[in-house]
């Protein structure tokens, strides 16, 4: 019991530092150093289940040098991160244009709509693109993504299916939702009339964006949603 309970305490307490640098970053101050019992693979181990390790490199490089083989690793992860961040947000401008080029409508949600507010968006892991579609457009807007060289990981176009997956190797994956939330969810009925409540795009005709007060309140039943399901990390209590 005393051997799980101390891993239970450095798990805990590594969580609290890595949580320091992450606010050192985003308050740009000088971040802590490492405290006594941690070691900085144990740092790298927990910033990278939570998605932030890019983040937190960005604070402790300079401390983390002298370890030779992790800072290469690291930093090998942040460079990959960097590129699929650059990736992506190249990708989106052509994607949300096809869309519009088409007639179809799409709203960009989550990590596409966070990362402006990060000191720095690669500082903003997220894994694919995350679209909104509407339910009548989902066979066409499938046969787009496969226009557009992606490949479809399900079938969108049936009425079952609330999302799919398209992917275009090697770092693009782009999620397309028929709706925010879940049919079953309890909170669905709220979201029945998004596309009223969006703000069109100043210069892409189709393209919506969610208001900020929606996109916070969606922010939170996604939140609720990984909580339910899977557990969330510190990575959404930052978003």
Same mark, same amino acid.
């Given at each position: 019991?005393?051997?799980?309970?101390?891993?239970?305490?450095?798990?805990?307490?590594?969580?609290? !530092?890595?949580?320091?640098?992450?606010?050192?970053?985003?308050?740009?101050?000088?971040?802590?150093?490492?405290?006594?019992?941690?070691?900085?693979?144990?740092?790298?181990?927990?910033?990278?289940?939570?998605?932030?390790?890019?983040?937190? #490199?960005?604070?402790?490089?300079?401390?983390?040098?002298?370890?030779?083989?992790?800072?290469?690793?690291?930093?090998?992860?942040?460079?990959?991160?960097?590129? +699929?961040? #650059?990736?992506?947000?190249?990708?989106?401008?052509?994607?949300?244009?096809?869309?519009?080029?088409?007639?179809?409508?799409?709203?960009?949600?989550?990590?596409?709509?966070?990362?402006?507010? !990060?000191?720095?968006?690669?500082?903003? +892991?997220?894994?694919?693109?995350?679209?909104?579609?509407?339910?009548?457009?989902?066979?066409?807007?499938?046969?787009?993504?496969?226009?557009?060289?992606?490949?479809?990981?399900?079938?969108?176009?049936?009425?079952?299916?609330?999302?799919?997956?398209?992917?275009?190797?090697?770092?693009?994956?782009?999620?397309?939702?028929?709706?925010?939330?879940?049919?079953?969810?309890?909170?669905?009925? !709220? !979201?029945?009339?998004?596309?009223?409540?969006?703000?069109?795009?100043?210069?892409?005709?189709?393209?919506?964006?969610?208001?900020?007060?929606?996109?916070?309140?969606?922010? #939170?039943?996604?939140?609720?949603?990984?909580?339910?399901?899977?557990?969330?990390?510190?990575?959404?209590?930052?978003?």
């Amino acid at each position: 019991m005393k051997e799980i309970e101390l891993e239970e305490s450095t798990t805990l307490r590594c969580g609290r !530092y890595v949580i320091a640098l992450l606010a050192s970053v985003i308050h740009k101050a000088e971040p802590p150093a490492l405290p006594e019992g941690l070691t900085w693979e144990m740092v790298y181990d927990v910033a990278r289940a939570h998605a932030v390790d890019a983040m937190v #490199l960005s604070a402790v490089g300079p401390m983390v040098k002298q370890e030779a083989a992790l800072y290469a690793k690291w930093g090998h992860g942040r460079d990959v991160q960097m590129t +699929q961040t #650059l990736t992506q947000m190249s990708e989106e401008p052509r994607l949300l244009t096809a869309f519009s080029q088409a007639g179809l409508r799409a709203m960009p949600v989550k990590g596409s709509a966070l990362r402006g507010l !990060y000191p720095s968006p690669d500082m903003r +892991q997220m894994s694919d693109i995350d679209l909104i579609v509407r339910p009548e457009e989902k066979a066409q807007t499938a046969a787009l993504m496969v226009s557009l060289g992606y490949r479809a990981e399900a079938d969108l176009a049936l009425a079952d299916e609330h999302e799919a997956s398209f992917r275009l190797p090697p770092f693009l994956t782009v999620e397309l939702h028929d709706s925010p939330v879940k049919p079953q969810d309890p909170r669905a009925g !709220y !979201y029945a009339g998004i596309w009223a409540k969006a703000q069109a795009d100043a210069a892409l005709p189709g393209v919506f964006h969610l208001r900020a007060e929606d996109e916070y309140l969606y922010l #939170l039943v996604h939140f609720l949603q990984h909580y339910e399901d899977a557990g969330i990390g510190i990575r959404q209590v930052m978003d």
